[in-house]
């Protein structure tokens, strides 16, 4: 009896192992082969989590809606959108006469300021200087007049003022000869005088000296002649 029980024994335990064996033969059969890894290149990683794609995470419902810089919202359901604001039409003044406007910028203009108005006199007022005796002598001379002081002819061309609003300013155009020894006239000075400024534009000369004082709206009393008061 013992020798049957350890026949029956050992056959248990064989047909257990077969059993076992058949069993993991076909699990490894039907388990997919990994492809073969090819040669110098690393095995492929896992895709991490910083890998996966971000998608945008929407507001829970009844937030307030926030847009990107330079981004419209649509206006919400039920709410029309206000009209846009009407644009007002650019219009570009007219270039005054005599101005040109800048080849830049055309919103910029050039401003021409209108020159000072002159007041024209019919009559120039004079200062004459002798050198020698150190007197000095005031007389009136029309436009175009000449007029006589020692050796000199003072004849003015044109005299002009300022209105009382504006600075004064008395010029006079004016030619000045002198009579030489012979007779003879020599043109010794031509141009402005300015009364606010005489030593500007001077007469030269070693006896006598010439300059403007004022200019007057009414003609020249009397002429005198060179020398008198």
Known sequence: MSRSAS??????????????????????????????ASVGQPPAAAPSQSARPQYPQLPPPGAPRTAQPGAQLPPPS??????????TPVTTPPVAPGSQAPAGDS?????VQPSAERISNPTAVYA?????????????????????????????RVCYTRPPTETPNTTSFTEVNEITLKGEAKRIFTGWMFASSPGLHAVEHPIYDV???????????????????
């Open 7 to 36: 026949f029956l024994a050992i056959a248990t335990l064989l047909a257990a192992g077969s059993v076992a064996y058949a069993q993991s033969r076909n699990g490894i059969e039907s388990a997919p082969l990994l492809p073969p």
């Open 211 to 229: 300059w403007l004082i004022d200019c007057k709206a009414t003609p020249p009393g009397t002429a005198k002649s060179a020398g008198q008061k």
């Open 78 to 87: 039920g709410q029309q959108q206000p009209p846009a604001a009407p644009q």
């Open 128 to 156: 004459g200087l002798d050198k020698i005796t150190g007197r000095i002598t005031s007389f009136e001379a029309a436009i175009g007049e000449t007029v006589q002081f020692g050796a000199l002819q003072v004849t003015p």
């Open 107 to 111: 919103n910029d203009y050039v401003v």
